[in-house]
C-alpha cells in the first residue's frame, strides 16, 4: 500500500455514483440498456411493470433469460467488472460492464436484482443512501430485497422459471415534486414508442424473436422504413462497406404526404418527427443505436435535418466488433462513422438525399409518366457557381407558342419572362414550406376539372389548328407536359376537332 511513489486512490462510493447518474440517460434509453441485457441473456420475453404510488411508485423489468448464478450476479452488480476492451459474443448488446448500474441509478436510488439461474433464487441490492453515508471507500452492496419490496422479489422467485428481475425503487429522478400520475401515464407512452423503435428487428415478423410487455400490453414494432409499402418511390438494394466486414447500407426514400392516409402518415412520422427522424439509422447488433441523423458527414459543412430532406431514412448496420472504432458511448446512443467508410457512406446518402428531396418537391410525383417518359417541365433549374437559378423553359409547350407567335411583341415577351424568373419568390415559397411543413399547392392541385381542361384546350387547339399537329400527336404530347401528365384522363377526352369556344378566361 505505501510502495514508495505510489498511492491508492479509490474513488468514495457515494460521490462516484451520483456523478454517474449524469450520463444523459431518459427513462426510456435507460431502460432500452436494461432489455440488452434481458436480450444478450437470450430472453424471448421482456415484462415492464410500472407502478404508481406517488414516491413510492417503482418499475420491474422481468425477463425469462438465462438468470445469473449467484458469483455472476455478483460481478453483475459491481461497476468495473467487465473490461469493454475484451472481445464480446457475436450477440451481445453490452460493452462496458456498466449499463445496469449507469442506467438504474439515472432513474432511482435503489436498484434490487433477483435472479433465477443455475444456483437458485438469488437477489443482491444497491442503496445510494447507503452508499451516500458510507464510510472509507464505502462500496457497500447489500444482500436481499428491502424489506418493503420482499414481496416482489418472492413471487418472482416462487414462479421457478429462470430468468432476471430488476426493480428500480425510490424514483427521484422521476416522481420530482409535481410528478402526477397522469405524468407518469405520459411517461409510459414515451418508453412504449421509444422501446417500439429501439428494438422493432426484434419484435416484427410472425413469430417475433422478443415479446415485449408494458404493464401487460404488448409493444408492438415501429419500423422506420415503411418496408411493403407500395407508395415508397425508391429504395436500394443492401449493399455492403467496402472493406468493413458486417457494415451494411439500405437507403430508402418514404412516400410523400399525398401517398399515404393521414393516419399511416402521422404512424409514419416516429416519436419525433418528420424532421428530426430523417437520416442514418445506426444499428448495432439490430438494436437501434441512433433514431435518424446525418452522423456530421456532407460535403463540406455537415447536413443539417431540413424539411426538404425528410423523407431520407437509411439503414446503417454495425456489428459490435468494431465498437471502438465506431465510438460507441456506454448509453449507446451515439456512433461516428470511421474515416475509412466515410465517403462511401456520403455518396450513398447524397443519392437518397436527392431522391427524397424530389419526392417532396413533386408532392411525391417524379417528373416522370407511369411509362417512364421524361415530362417537359415548365421550370428548370440551373445550377452555376454561385448556387442555383430558376429558368422558364421555352420548348415549354404553353410558352413555345406565344414565343412562336409573338412576333413584334417577342422582346416584351421576353422581358416579361426574364422579370418573372428574376423574381422568383424564393424566400417566400421557403418560408411558407417551413411553416406549413409542407411544398405550396401547383400542378392545378385541388382545382375543378374545368379549369384544367380549359387551359388544356387552348394549348391543344394551339397544336392542332396552327401547328398542324395530329389530334392524336398533340395529345400525346401534352401527356408529357407538366402538369398535365396528372391529368391523363383530361387529356384523352380532349375532342378530335378543338373549337375556338374553348379558350380559357
Ligand atoms: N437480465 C440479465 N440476465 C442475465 N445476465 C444479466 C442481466 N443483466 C445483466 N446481466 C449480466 O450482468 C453484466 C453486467 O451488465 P451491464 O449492463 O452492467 O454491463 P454490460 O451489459 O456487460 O455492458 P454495458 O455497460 O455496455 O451494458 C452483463 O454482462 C451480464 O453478464
Ligand atoms: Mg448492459
Redesign the pocket.
Known amino acids: 500500500m505505501n510502495k514508495s511513489g505510489v498511492r491508492h486512490a479509490p474513488p468514495r462510493a457515494g460521490a462516484m455514483v451520483e456523478a454517474l447518474r449524469g450520463l444523459g440517460y431518459s427513462t426510456a434509453t435507460a431502460l432500452a440498456?436494461?432489455i440488452?441485457?434481458?436480450i444478450?441473456?437470450r430472453?424471448s420475453i421482456v415484462d415492464l411493470r410500472f407502478v404508481w404510488a406517488g414516491k413510492f411508485s417503482h418499475v420491474e423489468i422481468q425477463?425469462n433469460?438465462?438468470?445469473?448464478s449467484a458469483a455472476?450476479l455478483d460481478?453483475?452488480m459491481r461497476l468495473g467488472?467487465?473490461n469493454p476492451l475484451h472481445q464480446r459474443s457475436e450477440n451481445?448488446?453490452?460493452?462496458?460492464?456498466?449499463?445496469?448500474?449507469?442506467?438504474s441509478f439515472s432513474q432511482c436510488r435503489r436498484l434490487t436484482?433477483a435472479?433465477l439461474g443455475t444456483d437458485g433464487l438469488q437477489c443482491l441490492r444497491w442503496d445510494l443512501d447507503v452508499l451516500a453515508a458510507g464510510e472509507g471507500d464505502g462500496w457497500h452492496l447489500l444482500e436481499g430485497a428491502d424489506g418493503s419490496s420482499a414481496a416482489i422479489v418472492d413471487s418472482f422467485g416462487g414462479h421457478g422459471v429462470r430468468?432476471?428481475l430488476?426493480l428500480w425503487e425510490v424514483l427521484d429522478r422521476v416522481v420530482t415534486d409535481s410528478f402526477r400520475e397522469q405524468d407518469y401515464l405520459d411517461l409510459i407512452d414515451r418508453v412504449d414508442n421509444h422501446l417500439a423503435m429501439v428494438f422493432h428487428r426484434f419484435l416484427e415478423g410472425t413469430r417475433p424473436r422478443l415479446t415485449l410487455k408494458i404493464n401487460g400490453k404488448r409493444v408492438l414494432p415501429w419500423d422506420p422504413f415503411l418496408s411493403g409499402q407500395p407508395a415508397k418511390p425508391w429504395h436500394s438494394p443492401a449493399a455492403s462497406a467496402p472493406g468493413m466486414p458486417g457494415v451494411e447500407v439500405e437507403c430508402h426514400v418514404l412516400p410523400h404526404k399525398d401517398r399515404l392516409t393521414p393516419k399511416e402518415y402521422e404512424a409514419a412520422q416516429g416519436p419525433d418527427g418528420w424532421t428530426a427522424q430523417q437520416g442514418f439509422y445506426v444499428y448495432r447488433n439490430q438494436r437501434l443505436l441512433v433514431a435518424g441523423s446525418w452522423l456530421g458527414l456532407g460535403q463540406g459543412r455537415g447536413w443539417t435535418k431540413d424539411e426538404a430532406h425528410k423523407l431520407a431514412r437509411i439503414r446503417l448496420d454495425i456489428p459490435n466488433s468494431a465498437d471502438a472504432e465506431w465510438k460507441i458511448d456506454?448509453r449507446?446512443s451515439t456512433a461516428r462513422p470511421p474515416v475509412e467508410v466515410r465517403a462511401w457512406l456520403v455518396r450513398l446518402a447524397e443519392e437518397t438525399r436527392i431522391r427524397a428531396r424530389r419526392a417532396f418537391a413533386h408532392r411525391g410525383q417524379a417528373p416522370r409518366t407511369r411509362n417512364g417518359e421524361e415530362v417537359v417541365q415548365a421550370w428548370q433549374s440551373e445550377k452555376f457557381i454561385g448556387g442555383v437559378r430558376y429558368r422558364i423553359d421555352p420548348d415549354h409547350p404553353a410558352v413555345r407558342a406565344v414565343l412562336d407567335e409573338a412576333n413584334a411583341l417577342l422582346p416584351q415577351v421576353k422581358a416579361m419572362l426574364r422579370v418573372l424568373e428574376e423574381t422568383v419568390p424564393v424566400q417566400r415559397i421557403w418560408l411558407d414550406t417551413a411553416e406549413n411543413h409542407e411544398t405550396p399547392r401547383t400542378s392545378f392541385a385541388g382545382e375543378a376539372p374545368d379549369e384544367v381542361t380549359s387551359v388544356l384546350n387552348v394549348m391543344y387547339r394551339n397544336m392542332v389548328v396552327r401547328k398542324g399537329m395530329s389530334p392524336v400527336l398533340a395529345r400525346s404530347r401534352l401527356l408529357v407536359t407538366e402538369p398535365f401528365q396528372n391529368y391523363p384522363e383530361l387529356v384523352a377526352a380532349l375532342p378530335d376537332s378543338p373549337t375556338e369556344k374553348d379558350q380559357a378566361k
Open positions: 440498456d436494461i440488452d441485457n434481458s444478450a441473456a430472453a425477463d433469460g438465462d438468470g445469473m455472476q460481478c453483475a467488472e467487465k451481445d448488446l453490452g460493452r462496458f460492464g456498466l449499463g445496469l448500474k449507469t442506467a436484482v435472479t430468468g432476471t430488476v456506454i449507446k
